[in-house]
């Protein structure tokens, strides 16, 4: 899934070149291709899609140019994950009825990427054999409050493979201790896999506003009708999660839980906890011009073309992208999204 805008890293996420398309840590290449890439070790490259917002397709095909055409599925609008989750299940069930399905962010990160290979494919494995619907949960290693929890059966059907009891949305900190003291208790990475004809049958029993949209198209999938039919009734859909319209609700969801060094790359902040090369002070700069003194717990990213001088500062976050300087305080970050929001209502688009 690739057609978010990554607001919460705005500036450097701009609506015309969000998240997924940089190259945010530094490595050469974008979160995006380094998503792609961990797969083709283990997938053919002709089984891998993206699903993407339409204005998005020549990005990605820029960015992935082994990737066939047909495989960048191009969205007419942002109506969140479950609309998103049906177009490519209905698309791929057409091509092949016992398709397996992975699902994952363009925009995350993998350390482990063996133990990660060896997770999804335990979960295919699974998947085979039973009309489930599974998700990779993350250990939790602190109480974090920004995450939504997975709450899981004490005793495993299979092995490591846990009956899912309920989803929890972002406690506060008190609830978030309780989790993970408990240790029943997994961060929701957004992670899943089926068969397409398992999810197709939860849209239908759960969410089936969303499964009569979709299913109208059997015959236009994979044709040269499918881009005008798609065109027409996928702004249609609900804007929904994939959480709230179908895992919520249905009793057939398995968890597995897994290290694999996952980090959402959601914030800024979360950026800087990830950073390799922090100095002494902890400050994570993400270029190679600049001068700090007296500062701590920092985070600058700019451009190598510019100088960047820093005196002073603790636990701030300095961006510099074109036309945006943002200068913010690390425990505000979470505020820098809606300043998006009211930079859009008054109109200054040019710099979103």
Known sequence: M?????????????????????????????????????FCSFIDKDKIHIVTNKD??????????????????????????????????????????????VIVPS??????????AEKIQQAID?????????????????????YGYIQFEEDAISTDIYKVLSFKEKPSKEKAMVYLETGQYLWNAGMFIWKASTIMAAFKELTPEIYHLFVEGQSAYNTEKEAAF????????????ID?????????????????GWSDLGTWNSLHDVYNEKDENNNAAILKNIYMTNSEGCLINASDSKLVVVNGLKDFIVV??????LIYPKNKEQEIKETTIQLKNKGLLKFL
Request: net charge neutral; charged share 20%.
């Open 2 to 38: 690739a057609g978010g805008v990554g607001s919460r890293f705005w500036p450097k996420s701009r609506n015309s070149f969000p998240k997924q398309f940089i190259d945010i840590l530094g490595t050469g290449k974008s979160l995006l291709q380094m998503t792609a890439e961990r």
């Open 56 to 101: 998005y397709n020549g990005l990605v095909a820029q960015q992935l140019p082994y990737l066939p055409m047909q495989n960048i599925i191009g969205e007419p609008a942002r109506n969140n994950t479950a609309p998103c989750i049906a177009y490519a299940a209905f698309k791929l069930y057409q091509q092949n009825p016992d398709a397996i399905m």
């Open 107 to 116: 925009d995350h990160l993998i350390i482990k990427e063996t133990a990660y």
């Open 126 to 146: 699974f998947a085979k054999n039973k009309d489930a619907l599974i998700t990779l949960g993350i250990q939790p290693t602190r109480p974090d409050t920004g």
């Open 230 to 241: 798609i065109q027409e009734k996928y702004p249609l859909a609900p804007n929904i999660s």
């Open 244 to 260: 709230f319209a179908i895992m919520e609700k249905a009793k057939n969801v398995y968890t597995i839980p897994a290290d694999i």
């Open 320 to 325: 510099d992208d074109d036309n945006v300087l």
